[in-house]
């Protein structure tokens, strides 16, 4: 499937361009396909890009990942979100002609791949095919892609932003960038998303705090029955109620917790019924969200809301502990960890824990958390 991939790309890339409607200003694009906490961490640099490029004299395009693109386009910063399922343009070739042959034909004059860990058959790909005569991408890392492939990639750009051979929290890994392409001011800050979405109506008079029990895989995952311990304490204590929440498919983790606490607690089961606009009114309207290292984390120190990360050791210190310089004046996600000597091992655990949390999640104890969520709930009535 590379290989296909690979040489349909440079069929695409030397085709010519269809000539351009006449545009009152040059384009920009910027390409952005991966997850969704990926994306809420670079909407700060995201702007800064906007005033590189200012409206007066560029449109913007993006290129974005299908799983956020709504989101995307109720942000301030952007002229045009071109949405990508990229599964479908890993397994699907006419996708992927008809997408190629699409951002050919805008014409941009430039194109800017701001992501560190890039990935061969997908952002490097765009910047391949695009056709714009200045292409900008970041040195990078192998995180998701063989030496041999960025080698390749590397080629494909007419410059790249050197990055410090270091590990960096992903807000100041961002503005690293932004000052590579010129804006020598820009530090990191925390991003503010713009949420569209109100909240459902069985919610909106409540007090409520969220829970986000799903992180991709179960390694990443603090086990269900910690949780159900934690939301039967705060109902005890505090009378919030939880409000539960996830991604389709992880429907089974919401009823696994339901079954474990019992009838008087009070609980609303939103996993896969929500759109990522209506999750993140969600999250905003919480009193408190706890949840393991996820998009929800982010979104919720984007949003202003307080929240606790369970986080575990696998990209230990690149998308939380957050770092950011001086005072913000907002809140930031409270980390809890389960130190151990393997931490950084881009999860790819040493332990047999396939269907299980790893033990440096596993190892998070309650009361620990216990004692982050007294510390950020109000005084018990």
């Known amino acids: 499937m590379l290989a296909r991939n690979f040489l349909l790309d440079g069929l695409v890339s030397v085709l010519p361009r269809r000539s351009p409607v006449r545009q009152k200003k040059?384009?920009?694009?910027?390409?952005?396909?991966?997850?969704?906490?990926?994306?809420?961490?670079?909407?700060?640099?995201?702007?800064?890009?906007?005033?590189?490029?200012?409206?007066?004299?560029?449109?913007?395009?993006?290129v974005a990942n299908s799983l956020w693109a709504d989101l995307a386009s109720q942000q301030p910063f952007f002229d045009q979100v071109i949405s990508v399922d990229v599964k479908r343009l890993m397994r699907d070739l006419a996708y992927r002609f008809d997408l190629w042959w699409r951002l050919r034909c805008l014409r941009c004059e430039v194109a800017v791949n701001p992501t560190f860990s890039r990935h061969f058959p997908c952002d490097d790909a765009v910047i391949r095919v695009c056709g714009a005569s200045e292409r900008i991408g970041f040195q990078g890392d192998l995180a998701n892609q063989r030496r041999w492939e960025m080698a390749i990639s590397n080629r494909w750009y007419t410059r790249l932003i050197p990055a410090v051979?270091?590990?960096?929290?992903?807000?100041?890994?961002?503005?690293e960038f932004v000052r590579g392409l010129g804006l020598s001011a820009f530090r990191p800050a925390l991003p503010e998303l713009v949420v569209a979405a109100g909240l459902p109506a069985e919610l909106a008079a409540e007090r409520y705090h969220v829970v986000v029990l799903g992180a991709g895989k179960a390694l990443r995952q603090w086990p269900v029955e910690k949780y159900a311990a934690l939301v039967q304490r705060i109902w005890d204590v505090y009378r919030v109620?939880?409000?539960?929440?996830g991604a389709r498919g992880?429907?089974?983790?919401?009823?696994?917790?339901?079954?474990?606490?019992?009838?008087?607690?009070?609980?609303t089961d939103l996993t896969g019924s929500t759109t990522l606009a209506e999750f993140a009114a969600v999250i905003k309207g919480a009193e408190m969200l706890v949840?393991?290292?996820s998009s929800a984390i982010h979104i919720a120190a984007a949003v202003g809301t307080r929240s606790i990360c369970l986080t575990g050791g696998g990209h230990y210190g690149r998308f939380v502990p957050y770092r950011l310089e001086g005072s913000t004046g907002r809140v930031l996600p409270v980390t809890?960890?389960?130190?151990?000597?393997?931490?950084?091992?881009?999860?790819?655990?040493?332990?047999?824990?396939?269907?299980?949390?790893?033990?440096?999640?596993?190892g998070i104890d309650v009361d620990e958390v216990w004692r982050k969520v007294q510390a950020l709930l109000e005084p018990p009535p």
């Open 291 to 293: 949840a393991n290292e």
């Open 336 to 362: 809890v960890e389960h130190r151990m000597e393997c931490y950084n091992c881009n999860w790819t655990c040493i332990y047999p824990c396939r269907d299980a949390a790893a033990p440096c999640l596993e």
């Open 241 to 245: 109620k939880a409000v539960i929440c």
């Open 26 to 62: 040059p384009s920009v694009m910027l390409v952005r396909l991966d997850a969704i906490g990926d994306f809420v961490l670079w909407l700060d640099a995201g702007a800064a890009l906007r005033d590189r490029y200012p409206s007066d004299r560029y449109r913007l395009v993006l």
């Open 165 to 175: 051979d270091r590990q960096r929290m992903e807000l100041e890994r961002n503005a």
């Open 250 to 267: 992880e429907e089974y983790l919401g009823y696994r917790l339901q079954s474990l606490l019992p009838d008087s607690v009070q609980v």
